[in-house]
């Protein structure tokens, strides 16, 4: 099955800096996924963003579907920014399930 | 968006015993709900898909007699592991498509239900 690799693992940030999240999959994809898990759980959507890009306040992600790859930029991070944040992939092929990537657990300092 | 409530959002029970946690879907109807599973400082793992109406897809690996799930309304999932253990202590999460959505589209998520077996 489709494999999504996140990277970098764990990141820490001082607040105001900018950073780049990026997520590889191994298959084609119908739909990929930005999410943020916040400490106490709850996963928030971010992004719905199969191909091309889109921007949301200091926000913003990109989708290489030929190359497959998706990147989150977070720009002037915030104390709030922090937890861990996960892409998640729908097949081309198959049942229509989410497979989640690895995570990036990101920390920011004030 | 579609909102997804979970039930309880803790719960801490003894081994062998049986705990249900609910999903429900608020002011949107869900043939389909998701089941996941996250061990401390892990990904999300999908256990299995419920459908309403039918019986529950299972993952592999996923036991089907001590996960019991049943989706008997187009607006509650119900999740009872059965006989709990403490390898069981996990973050369980549902999740849904949003109204009039299809299988590819964006699923939100409940809030999740922590379980803790003792």
């Known amino acids: 099955g489709i494999q999504v690799e996140q990277s970098p693992p764990d990141l820490i940030l001082q607040e105001g800096a900018n950073s780049t999240l990026r997520c590889n999959f191994s298959?084609?994809?119908?739909?990929l996924q930005w999410f943020h898990q916040n400490p106490w759980g709850q996963l928030i959507n971010l992004f719905y963003?199969?191909?091309g890009t889109k921007q949301n306040g200091r926000l913003s992600a990109t989708t290489v579907a030929t190359e497959r790859y998706s990147l989150l930029y977070i720009s002037s991070s915030q104390t709030t920014d922090s937890g861990v944040y996960f892409c998640a992939a729908v097949t081309t092929s198959g049942t229509y399930k989410y497979i989640f990537g690895t995570g990036t657990r990101l920390k920011v300092l004030a | 968006g579609a909102v997804v409530s979970q039930h309880p959002s803790w719960v801490i029970c003894k081994s062998g015993t049986s705990v249900k946690i609910e999903c429900r879907s608020l002011?949107?109807?869900?043939?389909?709900m998701f089941w996941y599973r996250q061990f401390p400082k892990q990904s999300l793992m999908l256990m299995a898909t419920s459908n309403e109406g039918s019986k529950a897809t299972y993952e592999q690996g996923v036991e089907k007699d001590k996960f019991l799930i049943n989706h008997a309304s187009l607006t509650l999932s119900t999740l009872t592991v059965t006989s709990a253990h403490p390898e069981d202590s996990s973050f369980y999460i549902c999740s849904a498509h949003g109204p009039g959505q299809g299988p590819t589209d964006t699923q939100y998520f409940g809030p999740g239900t922590r379980l803790t077996v003792l």
């Open positions: 002011d949107f109807q869900a043939t389909t």
């Open positions: 963003i199969p191909s």
């Open positions: 298959d084609s994809v119908n739909n």
